[in-house]
């Protein structure tokens, strides 16, 4: 397998920032505030590769920076070091970390997708849920009527969302209805690579099983990338086949899933198998 995805050094600072906040936060010190000058250590060196059609999965505590690193790569944060390439397609591989606002936006419109745990970060409530599907499809490039509301019909269906619904607005659906709809949305430009920041958080156990069943079940017909984040070692051992754990800002342990959570090896990831049992 070829890798999608190449993260080198991914690092956010919030605050001004001194010489000495990485060397004076991290799992070592048990914090990821900088004594000198306040600023919180994000995150910080964060570096993996994501191949093509593999789950990955970044599993940690509240707070371990595991969504900052999904805002930095979908480009809605900016990163103070560090870079991610991504491959695949025609041209060669673009840094996301270089992009200009126009750029990132086009890349995201085009080639990438993201699930929030809030649909409202994810949908527009002020038009349907077809219109949301519509919306990406336009700023993708697809002008033609027909063809968005076929896709967005065929979408719709696939994700278990009634084709009766499609002009009902997202407010007026269940929660993990909602979450369907974001996913829909999402898949509408088959993107490379597709973003799950703790899209289960909140819902009935019940719905929780069809979404993560769904989200497999996409992945393995359409062959997508993904990264997801949760705190949830449950959807990690269902999802993914890799896992990094993060704590404080920092990678602390990574590797195949099974082995990470089967044996883990560094203290933190044995406390979080623990507290899981």
Known sequence: MKPILDVKGLTR???????????ATGPKVGGNQCPHCGSIVACADVSFQLMEGEILGI???????????????YMLDQALAGGALLHGGEESAIDL???NRAQARQ??????????????LGLNYQIS???????RLLMSGNRRYHDIRRIASELLVRTEVPVSRMDDFPGTFSGGM????????????RPRLLLLDE??????LSVQARILDLILELQRELGISMIVVTHDLGVIRLLASRTLVMKTGRIVESGLTDQV??????AYTQQLVASAL
């Open 13 to 23: 600072i919030h605050g001004k920032s001194c010489d000495g906040c990485l060397a």
């Open 59 to 73: 599993i940690g505590e509240s707070g371990s920076g595991k969504s900052t690193v999904i805002r930095l790569l």
């Open 97 to 99: 970390m270089a992009l």
């Open 107 to 120: 890349l995201r419109d085009r080639h990438m997708g993201i699930v929030h745990q809030n649909p409202r």
């Open 129 to 135: 849920a077809g219109g949301n599907i519509a919306e």
């Open 178 to 189: 909602q979450q369907r709809v974001q996913i829909a949305k999402a898949l509408s430009t």
């Open 199 to 204: 899209v289960t958080t909140g819902l009935d």
């Open 261 to 266: 959570l089967q044996d883990p090896q560094h």
